[in-house]
Nanobody, 123 residues
Framework: QVQLVESGGGLVQAGGSLRLSCAAS????????MGWFRQAPGKEREFVAGISGGGTVRYYGDSVKGRFTISRDNAKNTVYLQMNSLKPEDTAVYSC????????????????WGQGTQVTVSS
């Protein structure tokens, strides 16, 4: 079992930055691929970014490439999502995800979810 707790969401103006954090507990963190998904009102959950257990391989959704960066600190059991050049269309609930399956680029491959954190980007 893996427990995930996100933090760092909030309200930011367009063009601004936020960093989300996700603290994991309950199992060997480095065994799991980690990622972020988001869901806006009325829309399906969307893959944002994923990172392999060792942190050497990263994937990004097309809508965030070049603006968001995923990283992890296995010593701290934490994964991060640095979000730059935020746009109003980035507004969503962002959820941390973990899986023993790689790559974890779809909802079907996620084994554990965090509770989510709201990110709101104003224009």
């Amino acid at each position: 079992q893996v427990q995930l707790v996100e933090s760092g969401g909030g309200l930011v103006q367009a063009g601004g930055s936020l960093r989300l954090s996700c603290a994991a507990s309950g199992s060997t963190f480095s065994r799991y691929a980690m990622g972020w998904f988001r869901q806006a009102p009325g829309k399906e959950r969307e893959f944002v970014a994923g990172i392999s257990g060792g942190g050497t391989v990263r994937y990004y959704g097309d809508s965030v490439k070049g603006r968001f960066t995923i990283s992890r600190d296995n010593a701290k059991n934490t994964v991060y999502l640095q979000m730059n050049s935020l746009k109003p269309e980035d507004t969503a609930v962002y959820s941390c995800a973990a899986s023993s399956r790689w790559p974890m680029t779809s909802v079907s491959r996620v084994e554990y979810w965090g509770q989510g954190t709201q990110v709101t980007v104003s224009s």
